[in-house]
């Protein structure tokens, strides 16, 4: 894991006295961060309409799918890296093309093997067992929808956005809350999703994720846990992918209750994943917060900031 926490600015102290007033509004952070949203969405929405008015014909419907699915993540990246790089108190990119693109092997490894984890506990409490091997026919959805797509699409706007200038606004404990309920909130429209699913994604994948991106300062490690973690669940072990249901390369069962199994969205609104994925965040967050990535709310920074001024002024 690289990287270190920059320290955000107050609004409107990152540019300098010579900005003009319409660009200190846009980089103001909860401009910025509808800014951002409509950057990176608006590209999506004319791609899907787009491919809903294309003559496709008899087009092999798994390899427009496949095509869509990269072009939407490229579409997400470039919009990322035109856009929203540019807005903020602090103009940086999240999304470093470096070594730092390494965290995200450690992160598919590491949510691997946690996801494997939490798919052994539900075994070993009745909830889960394998009846043979799968059909894998939903390699290319998992890997390139619930897997890529899913990873580099949904951590740009959840945290490489939302979190950040939510973070720049409110500070890191106030980003890492609201980010994680709207995180939560998302997946209430998915296929089988309940409150309890809804929350349970909220408090797992939020504090992974955003402790991910808190630890790191860049959005590599959170894209790889969210890779490793759909793609494990998904393929490997034949486990709805929030809601979706998939064919892997085990046939998998569930049994007794929800709590335990997921029931039909998956292991992760099962209690087991709940705790210790939780656990995992939680983890994240406090080596973040020992690092000294955590940032303040503006108002507290611009305080600090006149304090400071008036002692040097002395």
Known sequence: MTGSHPVAPTPGAGKGPAQPFHR??????????????????????ALAI?????????????????????????????AYKLVVTRIGT???????????????????????????????VVALLGGYTIAGWGGSSSLATILLGAGLQAAFVEEIVARGIVF??????????????????IFGLAHYGNANATVFSSLAIALEAGLMLGGAYMLTSNLWLAIGLHFGWNVTQG?????????????????????????????AFGVEASVVALVLATAFGLWLVVLAARKGQVV????????????EEAVAAD
């Open 90 to 120: 602090q103009t940086r990119d999240d999304l470093p093309f470096d070594i730092r693109a390494a965290d995200f092997l450690r992160g598919s490894l590491a949510a691997a093997l946690l996801m494997s984890l939490i798919v052994g």
């Open 50 to 78: 787009l491919v809903r008015n294309l003559p496709l014909g008899d087009a092999p419907t798994s390899l427009v799918m496949s095509v869509v699915l990269i072009a939407a993540t490229l579409l997400a990246v470039l």
């Open 296 to 307: 303040r709310p503006w108002w507290v920074r611009r305080r600090l900031a006149q304090a």
């Open 235 to 263: 393929y490997v072990w034949d486990v709805p992918v929030s809601g979706m249901a998939v064919d892997g390369l085990v046939a998998s069962r569930t049994h007794g209750s929800e709590l335990v199994s997921g029931g």
């Open 24 to 45: 200190r509004i846009l980089d103001f952070p909860l401009v910025a961060l509808l800014a951002g949203l409509v950057a990176v969405n608006a590209p999506l929405v």
């Open 164 to 181: 950040r200038f939510l973070e720049e606004f409110g500070g890191s404990w106030f980003a890492l809350a609201l980010s994680s309920a």
